[in-house]
C-alpha cells in the first residue's frame, strides 16, 4: 500500500522559514514525480510545486517561484519543501502528492495518492 | 495559465438520484482532466483521470465525459458517502496545474 507521510508544519512568524518533509513507503519512490499541493482554510486546492522522479526537473507556482524551494532525496523516499519569506497567504494545509508519472513534461500530472498533510501558520 | 472553472459551486440532490457536476477550462486541454473527492478533514481522492477513466477502486456509478474546454461528472444513484467537495484539474500545461475552486454536493 502506497503511503505518504507529511511532517514539518507549524507556526512561523511572517518572513520565516520552514522545512516540510513528505515520506514515502509502499512505492519505488524514484520512479514518481511527486508534488506539493495546499489547501487554504475552507478554500480549494492549490498546485505548489513539482519534482520529477530523478529530482532533475522541478516547477513552481508563481505565488511561490523564488521563495520555496522542493528537492527529493531517493535513497531516503523523501521529498522536502524548503519555504522561505514566508506570508500570511501561505497558511494552509501542505499535501504531499504522487503523480502517476515519473516524468512532468509530457507526464500524466494528476495525483493517486496523497498524504494526510501538514498544517503551516504563519502568523505573528 | 489555464483557468478551470466548476459549476455549480454548491448542488443539491437527494440519495438515490444522479448528480452532474460540470468543470470548464479556459482553453482546450484534451483529455487531460482529472476528477478527486474531498470529505471534510481528509485529502482528496482521485476519481477518474484523462477525462473519463475511472481510477482503481472507484465504483462505476462514477463516471466523466468530455474533452477540449468541457468536461462532466456523473453521478449515477448518489449514496450516502458521495456527499462531499469535488474538484477537477488539469494537466496538460503545467503553468500551472490548475485545478477548479470545487462544487459541493450537499444533501437535500
Known amino acids: 500500500e502506497v503511503q505518504l507521510l507529511e511532517s514539518g508544519g507549524g507556526l512561523v512568524q511572517p518572513g520565516g522559514s520552514l522545512r516540510l518533509s513528505c515520506t514515502g513507503s509502499?512505492?519505488?519512490?524514484?520512479?514518481?514525480?511527486i508534488s506539493w499541493v495546499r489547501q487554504a482554510p475552507g478554500k480549494g486546492l492549490e498546485w505548489v510545486s513539482i519534482?520529477?522522479?530523478?529530482?532533475?526537473?522541478?516547477y513552481y507556482a508563481d505565488s511561490v517561484r523564488g521563495r520555496f524551494t522542493i528537492s527529493r532525496d531517493n535513497s531516503k523516499n523523501t521529498l522536502y519543501l524548503q519555504m522561505n519569506g514566508l506570508r500570511a497567504d501561505d497558511t494552509a494545509i501542505y499535501y504531499c502528492?504522487?503523480?502517476?508519472?515519473?516524468?512532468?513534461?509530457?507526464?500524466?500530472?494528476?495525483?493517486?495518492?496523497w498524504g494526510q498533510g501538514t498544517l503551516v501558520t504563519v502568523s505573528s | 495559465e489555464i483557468v478551470m472553472t466548476q459549476s455549480p459551486a454548491t448542488l443539491s440532490v437527494s440519495p438515490g438520484e444522479r448528480a452532474t457536476l460540470s468543470c470548464r477550462a479556459s482553453q482546450s486541454v484534451g483529455s487531460n482532466l482529472a476528477w478527486y473527492q474531498q470529505k471534510p478533514g481528509q485529502p482528496p481522492r482521485l476519481l477518474i483521470y484523462?477525462?473519463?477513466t475511472r481510477a482503481t477502486g472507484i465504483p462505476a456509478r462514477f463516471s466523466g465525459v468530455g474533452s477540449g474546454t468541457e468536461f462532466t461528472l456523473t453521478i449515477s444513484s448518489l449514496q450516502s458517502e458521495d456527499f462531499a467537495v469535488y474538484y477537477c484539474?488539469?494537466?496538460?500545461?503545467?503553468?500551472?496545474?490548475?485545478f477548479g475552486q470545487g462544487t459541493k454536493l450537499e444533501i437535500k
Open positions: 484523462d477525462a473519463s
Open positions: 484539474q488539469q494537466y496538460n500545461n503545467w503553468r500551472p496545474y490548475s
Open positions: 502528492a504522487k503523480a502517476f508519472s515519473e516524468f512532468v513534461l509530457g507526464g500524466a500530472i494528476f495525483f493517486d495518492h
Open positions: 509502499g512505492l519505488t519512490f524514484r520512479s514518481y514525480a
Open positions: 519534482s520529477s522522479g530523478s529530482g532533475a526537473n522541478s
